[in-house]
């Protein structure tokens, strides 16, 4: 069997903000392809661009130069409501903070961006338990954040970042409020659901281990990748 077609393809990308002493580089000519199904870590110090590179690659910011395709398409050739639509059937996402509401329960959670792309109530509902049961969590769909710990919420966080079968998971240092256990368990979570669902991951990480359970590391300094 032939290479798998790739999902991401980054063509000179640059990032450029403005400030007082003058415009910073934060990312400089990236060139960069990730095939369908791969699990890449993205590790460098802190303020080299590994979450600016996470954000323009998954079209939450603009780009200043280049092009990333996803798919084969444009991202930044999209307009807003297109790229919104886009990251909410094709992208999903988990931060380090969770970003959970904390007025829903977990499964109210996961079932939102359903429900937000349209599904029906019913089905959306069906998809958070399934979902939520796959991650370890049968029985705790009724909870509020508040009465999760930390690593019952990554995982409700992972569970709504996988409900709408996304073709690509960013994660922004995904392990970086859990304790070393709560880690261990995540990391190894995020590699079988890679595994068993051929979904690409693409990871933003300080974390040796969460580098080392994945297919390869691209490695960033000053903006720029110094080893894919």
Not at 7 to 17: G, H, N, P, Q, R
Not at 45 to 67: A, E, H, Q, V, Y
Not at 134 to 149: Q, V
Request: charged share 25%; aromatic share 4%; proline share 4%.
């Amino acid at each position: 069997m032939g290479e798998a077609a790739a999902i991401v393809e980054a063509i000179d990308v640059w990032k450029t903000y403005p400030s007082e002493a003058g415009p910073v580089d934060a990312l400089k000519g990236i060139d960069l392809m990730i095939r369908a199904g791969e699990m890449v870590a993205v590790m460098g110090p802190s303020g080299c661009g590994k979450t600016t590179l996470l954000n323009c690659f998954s079209g939450l910011d603009d780009i200043s130069r280049g092009r990333v395709l996803l798919e084969g398409t444009d991202v930044h050739g999209m307009n807003d409501r297109a790229r919104t639509v886009y990251r909410a059937r094709r992208m999903g996402f988990v931060f380090q903070s969770y970003n959970l509401l904390p007025v829903l329960t977990a499964e109210e959670n996961v079932e939102f961006p359903l429900l937000v792309s349209g599904a029906q109530p019913r089905e959306a509902r069906q998809r958070a338990r399934a979902w939520l049961a796959e991650l370890g969590l049968k029985g705790r769909e009724g909870l509020r954040p508040s009465s999760l710990s930390g690593g019952e919420q990554q995982r409700v966080t992972l569970a709504r970042a996988l409900v709408n079968r996304p073709a690509i998971v960013w994660a922004d240092e995904p392990t970086g409020n859990l304790d070393e256990g709560n880690a261990r368990e995540v990391v190894t979570l995020l590699r079988s659901l890679n595994q068993a669902h051929h979904q690409t991951f693409v990871v933003v990480t300080h974390d040796p281990d969460v580098a080392r359970q994945c297919d390869r590391t691209v490695r960033m300094r000053n903006g720029r990748m110094v080893a894919a």
